[in-house]
């Protein structure tokens, strides 16, 4: 049937005031009632004529047609989860400007992207339109999947250590797995896979406004991976700035774009992870500022009296930035040396603020930096080779606390402490009295000791994802859901086929409530 033949179909059938069903392709199906007169939702002629599958069975195009999509300000859907399920409903929202912007909205259609579909299942999916009167429409529709084959083997089947139990409060429900064996995966917290697309390379993974924004390994270029699995045709785009010659590791929000740690060529020589820059994606424009930690340092060390060529070593892997976040308290900036230590730096000026990591390292022996070292008050554990700095909801700065000492200091040169085990670490700062308290650990009784990568994140309600990505000797990486006591709600566990492999860093995402508003390409 032709879209005109259905327009015709659908009027008749709203003139009579019939309900009206539609079959879609691969198995769904759709039906609505609508009444005469009244708002626009009871006029509206719109009914769901079909869908199309995605590029893996998590995803699905729903077609939803009538001449009242002109009237349309939003649309949401909502896929019911499983029977015994404990995760909530994926529910995504777009407005009318988002749908428009991505190319889903035509005169009287919108092919829709439903993505968090279960794999091999038959999923209910429910819509609400709302229009501009402020009535909604309700439309249910069933779209069956077919059952997916993961080729890299890891994913589908993890080794529940915990499930997470029904009333058992969390504030997330999905999380992305980012992977070094294929594209990001998302994952509800009851170890279901949602979303995976064929295969795509990436270094660094950001997650916002229903895309992920990704950095290449080999270039600093940009790429988009939408969740329909597309990748529109502005990307990839490189980045102006001859500085940074390729992507490393995180992509962090930044005050008003994204921090992302970069190797390079500076004037110093060959930059190996020492280099972190606000960027703007797709802009065009370069970096908003670019902390080159390298030339920081040196001319910090200059200054204060000591000879900085014997710590900061181009060419070498001395530094090792792994992740950095925003303060918007003193708008400085926090970077993540797994080498060393964290280190805070004004925004602006990139002015030292201080500097917190293991006294009984190399970088303590430089009386310059030794100014400049928070101490830790009333005992507790240092950061340790850590990774995923980000500031929680309190104020505090939390990190990864992998626990393992520097692997690349001069040799002879003291190389620090060494724990048998990792655990989050989450500290009050005082940076007018120069310490550190250590408010909490999470150590799972000291039980599981990820060497290199991983991560922790805050979810809402004090609740953290943590992500030990190199436990059982590295051959194993463990995600680990906490609640707001600390308590632990779920635990799988994934089998690595590669060091960092299967989860080098692990985030929340809001699939329960994900609001996709129109993009903004530039500052």
């Known amino acids: 049937m032709t879209s005109t033949s259905i327009g015709n179909v659908l009027r008749g059938g709203l003139a009579a005031g019939l309900i009206l069903t539609f079959y879609g392709c691969g198995g769904g199906s759709g039906s609505t009632s609508v009444t005469p007169g009244g708002t626009q939702a009871q006029q509206s002629d719109i009914s769901i004529v079909g869908s199309q599958p995605g590029v893996t069975p998590f995803i699905s195009s729903v077609r939803i047609f009538g001449q009242s999509v002109s009237n349309v300000t939003s649309l949401t859907s909502t896929i019911s989860p499983m029977p015994n399920s404990v995760s909530q409903p994926v529910n995504v929202t777009w407005s009318r400007a988002a749908l428009s912007g991505s190319g889903y909205l035509q005169p009287n259609l919108i092919n829709l992207p439903v993505f968090g579909l279960y794999a091999g299942y038959q999923n209910q999916v429910s819509f609400q339109l709302a229009f501009v009167d402020g009535s909604v429409q309700q439309l249910q529709y069933q779209i069956s999947t077919e059952p997916y084959t993961d080729p890299t083997g890891v994913y589908l089947n993890p080794t529940i250590v915990k499930a997470r139990a029904p009333g058992s409060n969390l504030g997330f429900n999905f999380f992305i797995l980012k992977s070094l064996i294929g594209s990001p995966v998302i994952v509800d917290t009851d170890g279901q896979v949602r979303w995976v697309v064929p295969a795509v390379s990436t270094a660094a993974v950001y997650f916002a406004n229903g895309q992920f924004v990704t950095g290449s390994g080999t270039s600093a270029s940009v790429t988009l991976l939408q969740l329909d699995g597309t990748q529109p045709t502005l990307s990839p785009t490189d980045l102006p700035q001859p500085l940074l010659s390729m992507f490393s590791h995180n992509i962090d929000p930044g005050p008003s774009g994204l921090l992302a740690e970069f190797n390079g060529v500076d004037d110093l020589g060959s930059s190996i992870d020492d280099i972190v820059a606000e960027i703007s994606p797709f802009s065009g424009q370069p970096p908003f500022q670019t902390f080159d930690m390298a030339d920081i340092l040196t001319a910090y060390m200059k200054n204060n009296g000591d000879n900085p060529s014997a710590f900061v070593r181009p060419g070498h892997d001395w530094f090792h930035v792994n992740a950095s976040t925003y303060d918007p308290s003193d708008n400085s900036v926090i970077i993540s040396s797994r080498e060393d230590f964290l280190i805070k730096v004004n925004y602006s000026t990139h002015d030292i603020v201080w500097i917190f990591g293991d006294p009984t390292k190399y970088w303590y022996t430089f009386p310059s930096l030794r100014a400049k070292a928070l101490t830790l008050d009333a005992g507790g554990d240092y950061p340790i080779g850590q990774h995923a700095v980000s500031i929680t909801s309190d104020g505090y700065v939390m990190v990864f606390n992998d626990g393992l000492g520097s692997v690349n200091q001069p040799s002879g040169e003291p190389a620090g402490l060494s ?105």
Not at 482 to 500: E, H, I, M, T
Not at 504 to 520: D, R, S
């Open 419 to 523: 724990r048998s085990y990792s655990e989050v670490s989450a500290y009050s700062v005082n940076t007018a009295a120069m310490t550190a308290q250590n408010v909490w650990n999470f150590n799972y009784g000291q039980s599981i000791y990820s060497p290199i990568c991983g991560s922790s994140y805050e979810a809402p309600g004090n609740t953290y994802l943590v992500d030990y990505a190199t436990a059982d000797n590295e051959a194993e990486a463990r995600l680990v859901g906490l609640d707001a006591n600390q308590n632990v709600v779920f635990d799988f566990q994934y089998a690595s086929p590669s060091v960092c492999g299967a989860a080098w860093n692990a985030i929340p995402i809001p699939f329960e409530n994900l609001q996709i508003v129109p993009q903004v390409r530039s500052r």
